[in-house]
């Protein structure tokens, strides 16, 4: 299955909260969260090397994140605002493999609408 | 002056035109640089991977890295309405930090 996430589509109003969830088959130790945003391109929100290291990426305020085994890393809005519409990437890597050991891989990502 | 410039675009090229993709960036300590393939409505998978300067090959793909000016590039040959999709550069800095940066993304239309 590679990198799941769910839900896909998920529409808050401004204040709720939410988790969104990430999981992952591949034995992969790294994994991170991206947010797309149409004409500002990928941007880092969390990454985690293992379960008890958890970093923030360019963007982290108003996020939190929890890994809760090597497979399993979620992203949470406690108060969502409408500027975090967006779509939210889950992606993992293996720093075991070698040369290309940087290369992300990437669900299929959530669509988050905060009205 | 962001990190990585990439013009987003919209390209749209006849079937069997050469492409070309680029990016220029400002941090000197990169020296990983890929391109990744976004169909639409899908995450990012990636399509190129290259160390350092240099020119690296698959199939009809090229991508190259000048490292002087900055500049990478990504060309598509014979290009196939099936290469539609939107193209990111990213690129990192060497070690163990697997933090990537990426460019917005051009979206490339190939109409048969």
């Known amino acids: 299955a590679g990198v799941t996430q769910t839900p896909k589509f998920q529409v808050l109003k401004t204040g709720q909260s939410m988790t969104l969830q990430c999981a992952q088959d591949m034995n992969h130790e790294y994994m991170s969260w991206y947010r797309q945003d149409p004409g500002l391109g990928l941007r880092l929100i969390y990454y985690?090397?293992?379960?008890?290291?958890?970093n923030k990426g360019e963007i982290s305020d108003g996020y939190s994140v929890s890994r809760q085994a090597q497979a399993k890393f979620s992203l949470s809005l406690e108060s969502a605002i409408p500027n975090q519409t967006a779509l939210y990437f889950c992606a993992t890597s293996d720093p075991t493999s070698g040369v290309f050991a940087d290369t992300q891989y990437f669900g299929p990502g959530t669509r988050l609408t905060v009205l | 002056q962001k990190e990585v410039e990439q013009d987003p675009g919209p390209l749209s090229v006849p079937e069997g035109a050469i492409v070309s993709l680029n990016c220029t960036y400002s941090?000197?300590?990169?020296?990983?640089f890929m391109w990744y393939r976004q169909y639409s409505r899908k995450g990012p998978e990636l399509l190129m991977y290259?160390?350092?300067?240099g020119n690296k090959e698959d199939g009809r793909f090229t991508a190259q890295v000048d490292k002087s000016s900055k500049y990478i590039s990504l060309f598509i040959r014979d290009s196939q309405p099936s290469d539609s999709a939107t193209y990111l550069c990213a690129m990192r800095s060497g070690g163990s930090n697997y933090k990537l940066t990426f460019g917005k993304g051009t979206l490339l239309t190939v109409n048969p």
């Open positions: 985690s090397f293992d379960v008890k290291d958890i």
């Open positions: 941090n000197s300590a990169f020296q990983y």
């Open positions: 290259t160390y350092s300067s």
